[in-house]
């Protein structure tokens, strides 16, 4: 188990589907019986002007049911989880957890894991970390690492191969 | 001395040595011990989209590291503080979630307790140690100086995760500022995202989010903006310059984390606060506190 292969992880998985589908029924009772469509969560929405999100609809579409073409479009992608909309709906709605749990779902049914977030998932399955150790820039143009910051060595997991087993028992049993 | 398991986490750990070295610089300073642990891992919250119950998984594994030890966790960074703060929030309430982290955690040989709280330098500094104690420590008032202050979303909301700050109007970093003698006015962006996350999807739309931000504090006439976050910093700071070329603007914004500001008012040598690092003209606020303490 050294290197982690993503193609297989993007296999279908069917436990983590069904888990996945029983959190958005979940999300869609609830807000089928609280959401009514104020529009609150679109107007102060980070990704509303320059990405067009428009959480309140995501919150609609939900509503009906429509999860296999929530799941297949580019939109979900969009969130920068920066919760306005779930601190501020009058009824207690969060459409960035629907977001969220959308997006779980894309990854489980082998959907293309978008942008950068391929490496930062397989950074941290294989060393633990987003990313590697930095050497840094100064202003002055020089370069300076931990060592030179006076900063001890990165803290990371001892035993790579037990770390990912934790993980994957969770997440990625195919792995 | 209390003593703290310090949560580097990855951003922080791994390219934000400023904030590191400027919080272990400063808080034994105000008679706190930082210690440092092995063994920890992201604790997942950038892995949210992927996956919520990794994001789970690895924040259980990080506290019960901590609570080996016996110790109070410190997360520097917004976003370990709010996965760590979820993840307590829900193995401490639902006892199936705690039974899937324990048989994880199995194999590692770790266990979740739930007996370490959760704190972030805002609240540590304003809280814990308490304004008056800061106040105590301040040689070198940081007059005239006027910060925008920046929290980072995860810090701020949501509110029922227990946040250590208001939502809509936090007052914490500006209570901090004022005793380390230096202004903080409102301004209205003040709760907007950094486009931080977003880079990893839509490096172009984050850019701009950044650059939008950094014209309107340049615009309202701050000295600079002060944060507490490694992604903001990130954002604000490292990538300023790009920001600027994204929206059109020339921007010279100084961007300090609040633990570098906290250290100068303390007459710290700038050398043992990281400062070096910070790559926006930050050169402007040191030569003006040479000036005011001067």
Sequence with gaps: MSVIDLNSMAEAQAADRQEINERLQRLREEVSDHCYQCGKCTSGCEAHKLLELEPHRIVALLKKG?????????????????????????????????????????????????????????????????????????????????????????????????????????????? | MARYALFPGCVMSTEQYGYEVSLKTVLPVLGVEIVDLEGFSCCGEPLKSINQMLTLTLSARNIAICEKEGLDILAPCPLCHLALSETKRILDNDPKMRERAASSLANEEL?????????????????????????????????????????????????????????ENPQKMERILEVLGAGSAHYPEKPDCCGGP??????????????QKLKAVQDQGFSGMSLCCPWCHKMFDSK??????????KLNVPVLYITQLVGLAFGIDPGKLGLELNLSPVDRILGGQEEAGA
């Design chain 1, 66 to 175: 429509l999860i296999d073409e929530l799941v297949n479009s580019d939109i979900i992608w969009t969130c920068m989880s920066c919760f306005k909309c779930k601190e501020r709906c009058p009824q207690k709605v969060a459409p960035v957890n629907i977001l969220f749990a959308l997006k779980n779902l894309a990854v489980a049914s082998g959907k293309q894991i978008p942008g950068d977030f391929t490496a930062m998932l397989q950074s941290a399955m294989e060393k633990g970390l987003i990313q590697d150790v930095q050497q840094v820039n100064t202003r002055a143009g020089e370069t300076r690492t931990r060592e030179q910051m006076g900063l001890s060595p990165c803290s990371k997991p001892e035993d790579p191969e037990k770390f990912q087993m934790t993980i994957m028992t969770v997440a990625m049993e195919k792995v």
């Design chain 2, 111 to 167: 266990k979740y307790r739930g007996t370490s709280k959760i704190y972030h330098i805002i609240d540590l500094l304003h809280d814990i140690i308490g304004l008056e104690a800061v106040k105590e420590k301040v040689v070198r008032p940081l007059s005239g100086l006027n910060f925008a202050t920046h929290y980072g979303c995860h810090l701020i909301r949501p509110s029922e995760m227990g946040r250590p700050v208001d939502s």
């Design chain 2, 198 to 211: 977003l880079l990893p999807v839509h490096p172009e739309t984050s850019l701009t989010k950044t650059g």
């Design chain 2, 240 to 249: 300023q310059k790009k920001a600027g070329e994204t929206v059109g603007a």
